[in-house]
T-cell receptor, first 112, second 116 residues
Framework: AQSVTQLDSHVSVSEGTPVLLRCNYS??????LFWYVQHPNKGLQLLLK??????LVKGINGFEAEFKKSETSFHLTKPSAHMSDAAEYFC??????????FGSGTRLLVRP | GAVVSQHPSRVICKSGTSVKIECRSL??????MFWYRQFPKKSLMLMAT?????????EQGVEKDKFLINHASLTLSTLTVTSAHPEDSSFYIC????????????FGPGTRLTVT
């Protein structure tokens, strides 16, 4: 069965410092993976997606993620956090029937 | 980009009443729409997959008679919570896929349902 594990429920960084949000997946086939961001009481916005092309994926707002098959990981990074990055982030895997399987989410706090 | 709207954004209803939530794809035709439920500070749980012109496919544990889904056109799907109870209070989010060959889902802004 496919699954997604987000290793941290909360991550707190200072503005201007790097961001690392960790995600591990389990899949019996080469998966499609996504990162979504959700601001309070808002819908989800796609940050980036991996679909078996380049392993380093660049997304919007300076975010990027690297697909590492050997580590079954798809961590999300950003070189310098901005106050507006504070939100909930979801790592998502698409299963073989094109359904989305969501991780439990990581809340990113950005300190001034 | 593809835009999905939901109406209403917030609704408060009394226990025992029914409430309808609309999900619309504004600039594309959605052959498939999805309904998710999000509990406070929790992740999204897929409730059902809605295909235009056919019955919805519900995930295990979701009561189809309680959560009625209708997908009558390529731009509109509705979720009706029947005989609502306080435990149905939640954030409901829909998404839409623009073709049968496109895997990407576009999400609506969500509807906050509070049952008193």
């Amino acid at each position: 069965a496919q699954s997604v594990t987000q290793l941290d429920s909360h991550v707190s960084v200072s503005e201007g410092t790097p961001v690392l949000l960790r995600c591990n997946y389990s899949s019996s086939y080469s998966p499609s993976l996504f990162w979504y961001v959700q601001h309070p009481n808002k819908g989800l916005q796609l940050l980036l997606k991996y679909t078996s092309a380049a392993t380093l994926v660049k997304g919007i707002n300076g975010f990027e993620a690297e697909f590492k098959k050997s580590e079954t990981s798809f961590h999300l990074t950003k070189p310098s956090a901005h106050m507006s990055d504070a939100a909930e982030y979801f790592c998502v895997l698409m299963d073989s029937s094109y359904k989305l399987i969501f991780g439990s989410g990581t809340r990113l706090l950005v300190r001034p | 980009g593809a835009v999905v709207s939901q109406h209403p954004s917030r609704v408060i209803c009394k226990s025992g009443t029914s409430v309808k939530i609309e999900c619309r794809s504004l600039d594309f035709q959605a052959t498939t729409m999805f309904w998710y439920r999000q509990f406070p500070k929790k992740s999204l749980m897929l409730m059902a997959t809605s295909n235009e012109g056919s019955k919805a496919t519900y995930e295990q544990g979701v009561e189809k008679d309680k959560f009625l889904i209708n997908h009558a056109s390529l731009t509109l799907s509705t979720l009706t919570v029947t005989s609502a109870h306080p435990e149905d209070s939640s954030f409901y989010i829909c998404s839409a896929r623009d073709t049968d060959y496109s895997y990407e889902q576009y999400f609506g802004p969500g509807t906050r349902l509070t049952v008193t």
